[in-house]
Nanobody
Framework: QVQLVESGGGLVQAGGSLRLSCAPS????????MGWFRQAPGKEREFVAA????????YYADSLKGRFTISRDNAKNTVYLQMNSLKPEDTAVYYC?????????????????WGQGTQVTVSS
C-alpha cells in the first residue's frame, strides 16, 4: 500500500508562487508515475500535471503550461509541483496521485493511490 502525503499549500496573493510536495511511503517511489490533480468547490477533480517514473516525460493541462512545473527527486522520495503566477481560479484542493508503472497518465481513474489533498487559496 502506498501512502501519499502532500504539503506546501496555503494562502497566497494573485501573482505569487507556491511549491507543493508529495512524499509517498510504503513502496519504492521510483516504481510509480506520479500526478497532480485539483478540485475546486462544486467542480470535478481535474488533471494538472503528471511525470514518468524516471522524470523524463511530463504532461500538463494545456491551460497551465508555462505556469506550473512538475518534477521529482527519487533520491528524496518526493514529487513537486511548482506553481507560479497564481490566479484566483487556481484556488482548489490539490491532490497527489501515484500509478504503478513507468508512464504518466491523464485520467483520475487511471491512478491507484491518492493523498488527502492540500488546500491552495489564491486571493485577488
Amino acid at each position: 500500500q502506498v501512502q501519499l502525503v502532500e504539503s506546501g499549500g496555503g494562502l497566497v496573493q494573485a501573482g505569487g508562487s507556491l511549491r507543493l510536495s508529495c512524499a509517498p511511503s510504503g513502496r519504492t517511489f521510483s516504481s510509480y508515475a506520479m500526478g497532480w490533480f485539483r478540485q475546486a468547490p462544486g467542480k470535478e477533480r481535474e488533471f494538472v500535471a503528471a511525470i514518468s517514473w524516471s522524470g523524463d516525460i511530463t504532461y500538463y493541462a494545456d491551460s497551465l503550461k508555462g505556469r506550473f512545473t512538475i518534477s521529482r527527486d527519487n533520491a528524496k522520495n518526493t514529487v513537486y509541483l511548482q506553481m507560479n503566477s497564481l490566479k484566483p481560479e487556481d484556488t482548489a484542493v490539490y491532490y497527489c496521485a501515484a500509478v504503478n508503472g513507468k508512464s504518466p497518465k491523464w485520467a483520475v481513474e487511471e491512478y491507484d493511490y491518492w493523498g488527502q489533498g492540500t488546500q491552495v487559496t489564491v486571493s485577488s
